[in-house]
């Protein structure tokens, strides 16, 4: 069965919606920049990728509100938006018990850290009877579910920076075996608090933020010193063709295959010779016999990182050739939304290949040699590509790549 994008609900530093997102990565418009005074992670961090605040009480009541972690609120808001955008509203568009939803993300690790030092500081009687209900992985998918009474399958996924890839993979299985008619999936991530960006910084794979903070994330350019950590949530809306169909809207894009590999080689570090990368690409075209050279972009994984970028291309190189397909990495504007990227990416891959505009990778003014490729770099690209490819990676080896393909009268 064919999964469709009918919907999109993108909350990111470049912007929330379709549109501001879009108009964000083809203009080079960065949502980069250093935390300001008084934010929790002011003395951590010279650069990251910042959201507005917003008080839990916006998306929901009661005294659990004071532990609700903002990887909640974050996907409810993402999830609102992504259900507008495809004109559904469960029960009356989709049977309530033919909808399922999947968030991936590592769980409310802010709060969870706020409750300790509470905990520390005042005693026992300080832990908030409500602190699981505010920090579990599935909260986000579960808080979701009861916001639209959405009653069929429910899941969080946890493959670290491959989480939202994963969920939308997982979504479009869903589809295929006729569980569902519907699946909102993807992933939300709040990871700017203290411990966490000590964590990486302390394993020097931040950014520097250098003169300006804008210009800290360099994919794939010599000059590249890491990943700025960002925060944010994107859920897509997966449909049934024939189901969007009988509703008639018309789609983004088709998620035509989908591959998952491990590289069962390192917690962190990627296999050098991108093997674990290539077979996942490989096996996303075979789930739906695209030959490679069918491929025309791929929105890479490309954190910045010195061994990212350079297995990456290594493993891109295998499967198309040196050169062999257009590149660019919008995590150079965006960010590294750890978990959310990847869903995030899949939404600007549907979009350009829906509009014919590949966007490039900003900031790349020295291509590292280590990193060969057709880089699109300096502005976006017009293309008419049928076929693209967005990759996602995360720490232990997990590896997802998902093969996009446009539809006959994509929605602009």
């Known amino acids: 069965m064919t999964a469709l994008i009918t919907g999109m609900g993108l909350f990111t530093p470049v912007g929330r919606g379709v549109e501001e997102t879009f108009e964000a990565v083809t203009t080079g418009r ?3 920049t250093r935390p300001p005074e008084g934010h929790p992670v002011r003395e951590s961090l010279d650069v990251a990728g910042l959201l507005p605040d917003i008080d839990p009480r916006t998306v929901a009541s009661g005294p659990e509100t004071r532990v609700l972690d903002r990887i909640v609120v974050l996907a409810l808001l993402a999830a609102a938006d992504a259900l507008a955008d495809a004109g559904i509203e469960v029960g009356r568009d989709v049977d309530p ?6 968030v991936g993300g590592v769980g409310g690790m802010a709060t969870l850290e706020s409750q300790v030092l509470a905990r520390a500081a005042r005693g026992r009687a300080a832990v908030s009877p409500y602190l699981l209900t505010g920090i579990l992985p599935n909260m986000p998918a579960a808080r979701i579910a009861i916001a639209h009474g959405i009653r069929g399958y429910s899941s969080s996924v946890g493959t670290a920076c491959a989480s939202g890839a994963q969920a939308v993979a997982d979504g479009v299985r869903l589809i295929a075996t006729g569980e569902v008619d519907v699946v909102l999936c993807g992933a939300s991530e709040a990871p700017l608090f203290p411990t966490f960006a000590d964590t990486f910084g ?14 800290a ?10 990943f700025v950590l960002a925060e944010g949530a994107a859920l897509l809306v997966l449909e049934r063709a024939e189901h969007a169909a009988a509703r008639g809207v018309t789609a983004y894009a088709e998620v035509a295959g989908h591959g998952a590999t491990t590289d069962a080689y390192h917690p962190t570090a990627p296999r050098p010779d991108g093997a674990g990368a290539a077979a996942c690409i490989r096996r996303a075209l075979r789930s739906s016999g695209v030959p490679a050279a ?23 190189a295998d499967v198309f050739g040196v050169g062999g397909v ?3 990495s919008t995590k150079a504007l965006t960010g590294h939304l750890l978990g959310a990227s990847g869903v995030l990416e899949a939404a600007v891959t549907a979009l350009a290949l829906g509009r014919g505009l590949l966007p490039p990778t900003y900031h790349l003014d ?5 990193c060969p490729a057709d880089h699109i770099r300096g502005a976006p690209r017009k293309a008419d590509p049928e076929y693209a490819v967005t990759n996602s990676f995360g720490f232990g080896g997990q590896n997802v790549s998902l093969l996009l393909a446009r539809v006959a009268e994509p929605r602009r």
């Not at 302390?202 to 210009?215: F, K, S, T, V, Y």
């Open 366 to 370: 020295d291509p590292d040699q280590a």
């Open 294 to 316: 069918a491929v025309g972009y791929v929105n890479a994984h490309g954190t910045a990182t010195k061994l990212g970028d350079i297995a990456e291309t290594t493993a891109l």
């Open 326 to 328: 257009p590149v660019s």
């Open 97 to 102: 018990d033919r909808i399922g939803v999947i």
């Open 30 to 32: 960065s949502g980069l």
């Open 217 to 226: 994330s360099r994919p794939f350019d010599t000059s590249r010193s890491g």
């Open 202 to 215: 302390n394993a020097r794979a931040l950014a520097r933020a250098g003169d300006d903070p804008a210009r």
